[in-house]
């Protein structure tokens, strides 16, 4: 990993990188395109799913529109949650060809399996609202009790956009939730309700070992949910050194060059609730005004720089 001060110098030249999309359109594959050539760099779009693969002994190989893809300098993956296990092999195909990813493949894994992310993140010793899961009727009072007792939320691990995060205030409720997304086939995790938030949570954009930007949403009025999809309403914000290193530190225990760090305030300090591995950024640029692409672009540039420095003195 490249690392400020330690960074071997490289003579510049023009890389080709290479951006894993299903939309060539999508805001942020768009702002991604634009400053990898404001920056010099050659960029191609490749739809994630018509990367054909070619696993042989030996040699990997990858193939686009009927050409085997040819020399790229770095991958930057943004797979969205439908396509996560194809998207994740196109990932790892590129790494065994040994051209680095920003992100790697285990590491996205890590992040799109919530309940691994939380397990992982509370073990390693970050702040989460407590969470817990069961898959009995008789045993949800006792679970509840475990995080904390009523209200509470209750999330569906599939969610995404605040769809699926609901709040029950008795027992009858959470039953009934329960109930229903059980016999859907559904997955649901109970969580503490950390009521102090008030609507509000923090987004915190991790490139490398730093917050590039960080934004607070507020809920609509009677809403919990703070989604922009919604309603609720994005600024800009300066964390705390307490935030910062606590949202650093969570990309770090999922392994992710590239995060958004979703955080409750709580009255003990950030608790985290989520790490996102292909973090969209267009709310970001517009309440923060900074040019996030080019952070995000110069970061995977830096990052094959180092890994051509390496081979080359070894
Ligand atoms: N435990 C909690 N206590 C208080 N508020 C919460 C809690 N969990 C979630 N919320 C609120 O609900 C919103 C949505 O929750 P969450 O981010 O977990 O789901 P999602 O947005 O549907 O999933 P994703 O972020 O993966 O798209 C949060 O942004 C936050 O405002
Ligand atoms: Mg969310």
């Known amino acids: 990993m490249p690392r400020n001060g330690s960074r071997p110098a490289a003579k510049a030249r023009r890389l080709t990188v290479a951006i894993l999309s299903r939309n060539p359109r999508l805001h942020s594959t768009r702002r991604l395109v634009e400053a990898s050539r404001a920056l010099g760099h050659r960029v191609r779009v490749l739809d994630t799913l018509h990367c054909n693969m070619v696993l042989a002994r030996a040699r990997p190989s990858l193939f686009y529109q009927g050409e085997e893809v040819g020399p790229v300098d770095v991958v930057i993956p943004r797979i969205g949650a439908s396509i996560t296990s194809y998207g994740l092999a196109v990932v790892n195909q590129f790494d065994m060809m040994g051209v680095p990813v920003l992100n790697d493949a285990l ?91 008030k609507g509000r949570d923090l987004r915190a954009l991790v490139i490398g070992d730093r917050v590039v930007a960080a934004m607070r949403r507020q809920a609509r009025t009677g809403e919990f949910r703070s989604n922009i999809h919604r309603g609720g309403k994005a600024r800009a914000v300066t964390l705390t050194r307490e935030y910062t290193e606590a949202a650093v530190k969570a990309a770090r225990v999922i392994g992710l060059e590239v995060a958004g760090v979703d955080m409750l305030e709580s009255r003990g300090g950030p608790k985290i609730m989520e790490v996102n591995s292909s973090p969209g950024f267009e709310g970001l640029e517009r309440a923060t005004k900074k040019d996030i692409a080019r952070l995000y672009v110069e970061h995977a540039v830096e990052m094959a720089r180092f890994r051509q420095a390496v081979q080359f003195n070894s």
Request: charged share 25%; proline share 2%.
């Open 107 to 197: 590491a996205i894994a890590r992040a799109r399996d919530k309940l691994r992310a939380l397990q992982l993140l509370s073990r390693y010793g970050l702040d989460i609202p407590r969470t817990a899961m069961c898959r009995f009727r008789d045993e949800v009072a006792q679970v509840v009790e475990h995080v904390g007792g009523l209200p509470c939320i209750i999330k569906l691990i599939q969610g995404t956009q605040g769809v699926g995060v609901m709040i029950a205030s008795t027992m009858d409720e959470v039953q009934g939730m329960l109930d229903t997304f059980w016999d859907l086939g559904q997955e649901i995790l109970l969580q503490e309700f950390v009521a102090e938030s």
